[in-house]
């Protein structure tokens, strides 16, 4: 630590310290790499101790990654064990319990650049005890698997169990304050979850579909595959067909707009639980509509298709079926479902024969405001006055005519044509 000058934190040593002597290692074997070949330990050598069998004749167990190794893909390759334990290059064995970490860097140089950028690179520079994965982590130690290997944890349909490892561990979201939860049970149930782990479709996608490789952003960042002005693009990787629609809707030019509250895919698909696209999922999103447009959803829910579809009558007219779905555009636009040119014609999808005159109907009608339909205000207002005036009426008639019947009653009772308890 001295060399490293005495104001270096301690934690910082302890990370630095190790990466100090592998740089220092590989900057010997630079220097006078012919020497340092011939005196480094070859992989025999290591695979001598290292084999399949522990060796505990020292009181400690001997790693065992002989084979593991031998099918990775560095085995594959060749790979030195000095190309990543730098720090034996021109050392003799027996080694030192304790090696300096690999620099994966060293060959992975752009993988390493892009994880740098990640929620989980900047996890592990705030906190020494960070629990955020690492190269290790995802892709192993020594029994590194190319991606396209279906035993490697990288493998595309492996991938979501390795997330898992960390994104479904209470222990490690409480700890971490992953405020998602446990992510992998929504996914698993989802319709991406399940083409992908029970039907097998391998243009389904897994996590790094959406959240990217290496570079893993959190959604507030502006980068990030997640964040919430780069969905529609991220979703239209795979859905390139509804993205081209949805680019000319009203949500899409209001997300252009930089309008944060524009609707785009997650807000009626859900980020995890995307659900397959039935009637009572289609029930369920006039609800979604209404978390923005909730006076359109107040007056919808006043007329017979709102009454109805609050029952669960599925056949019933919602949002989607007379504005559309992914391509909806404002009224004035002649292309419009609920345009002008284009009412009678929506109507008409499920009113056979509908007619201009028909088409006139107002779906969000508004009996409460008389700037936006007086003929119809008025009307509720007389309908108001009308019942008050009957209910007032028969009220008074009721009390006027039991005040009658008790004089009646008293009358009779004297008169002793009825007894008094009657």
């Not at 002597?21 to 220097?31: D, P, T």
């Not at 009626?268 to 009637?279: G, M, N």
């Not at 109805?308 to 989607?320: D, E, K």
Request: aromatic residues 4%.
């Amino acid at each position: 630590m001295n060399m490293l000058g005495p104001k270096i934190p301690t934690r910082i040593g302890i990370i630095l310290v190790p990466l100090f002597l592998s740089a220092s290692a590989r900057a010997q074997a630079a220097a006078d790499p012919a020497a340092a070949a011939a005196t480094s330990p070859s992989n025999d050598e290591c695979l001598g101790c290292h084999s399949n069998r522990l060796d505990r004749s020292k009181g400690r167990a001997i790693p065992a990654i002989g084979e593991a190794f031998a099918d990775s893909v560095h085995g594959q390759i060749n790979l030195n064990c000095v190309d990543c334990h730098a720090d034996l290059q021109g050392k003799d064995l027996p080694h030192d319990d304790k090696l300096a970490k690999p620099v994966c860097s060293t060959c992975h140089e752009d993988a390493v650049k892009a994880y740098d950028q990640s929620v989980h690179a900047s996890s592990r520079r705030k906190s020494g005890d960070s629990l955020a994965a690492g190269c290790t982590d995802c892709h192993g130690v020594h029994d590194i698997r190319s991606s396209k290997d279906p035993q490697s944890r990288t493998y595309h349909f492996n991938l979501p169990a390795t997330c898992s490892r960390c994104h479904a561990d209470e222990a490690v979201i409480a700890k971490a304050h992953i405020e998602a939860g446990n992510v992998p049970a929504h996914f698993q149930d989802s319709i991406h979850g399940r083409a992908l782990n029970k039907s097998g479709l391998v243009v389904a996608p897994n996590c790094a579909t959406c959240h990217g490789n290496h570079e893993i952003r959190r959604a507030s960042d502006d980068k990030s595959r997640v964040n919430r002005y780069n969905i529609p693009k991220t979703c239209g990787s795979c859905h390139e067909g509804i993205r081209a629609i949805y680019e000319t809707s009203v949500h899409a030019a209001a997300l252009r707009e930089g309008n944060p509250r524009a609707a785009v895919c997650i807000d009626c698909h859900t980020a995890h639980d995307t659900k397959v696209v039935d009637a009572a999922w289609k029930m369920d999103l006039v609800k979604e509509c209404g978390t923005c447009h909730k006076e359109s959803m107040r007056t919808f829910r006043d007329t017979f298709h709102g009454k109805v579809s609050t029952l669960g009558f599925a056949r019933a007219a919602t949002c989607a079926d007379c504005h559309g779905s992914h391509g909806i555009l404002p009224k004035k636009d002649p292309k419009s479902l609920v345009s002008d040119q284009q009412r009678a014609h929506t109507c008409g999808k499920c009113h056979q024969g509908a007619s201009e005159k028909f088409s006139r109907y107002d779906p969000h009608a508004d009996a409460h405001s008389r700037e936006h339909d007086p003929v119809l205000y008025y009307i509720t207002m007389a309908m108001k006055l009308l019942l008050i005036s009957v209910f007032a009426f028969f009220g008074l008639h009721t009390i006027l005519w039991l005040g009658r019947s008790l004089v009646l009653v008293r009358k009779l009772q004297a008169e002793g044509k009825i007894d008094d308890d009657e």
